[in-house]
């Protein structure tokens, strides 16, 4: 190998290892602003469209933790809910980063899932969608972006209503 080709190898590990270095940054920047709009949605979810329902004792909803699989979230805990309505156990947890999306949250049973899915905006309502999933396939045609009413479309078909 020549001095040239020396050179050159050289210069190209440099620039790929700064361009590694440079893309787990962004991603360490990321992480607390996508956990604190899965807190966010779990807050509204929790205070604005199921408080009536924990009042009245129609569910009961658990804050809880976990871990996501995804490589750079790994080893960081994101809150989800636990909520247990009419004997059924329905979860909304989240997924992490997917295609198109920078967070996916899957509302489920175990059975039928809707997938609701931040636009990487802010922390209303109005910055989520909300997604039926049929054959672990969105239906994208049938997103809906966030609202109560929404929401509780969605329970109703996982409540089997």
Known sequence: MGLKDKLLQENQDQRSARDHREAEQRAQDSIPKLRDAIQ???????????????????????????KLESGALKSIFFPYLAISM???????????????????????????????????????????????????????DQAKVLSKEGFEEALEKLLGL
């Open 86 to 140: 009419r004997g059924t156990e329905i979860t909304l947890k989240p997924i992490g980063p997917v295609f198109g999306s920078p967070c996916r949250v899957d509302l489920t049973n175990g059975e039928q899932t809707f997938a609701v899915l931040w636009d990487g905006g802010g922390n209303e309502a109005r910055n989520w969608t909300i997604v039926p999933i049929a054959g672990d396939i969105l239906v994208r």
């Open 40 to 66: 966010g949605l779990c807050t509204l979810v929790a205070h604005e469209f199921l408080l009536e329902y924990e009042r009245e004792r129609l569910a009961i909803i658990h804050p809880l933790t976990t």
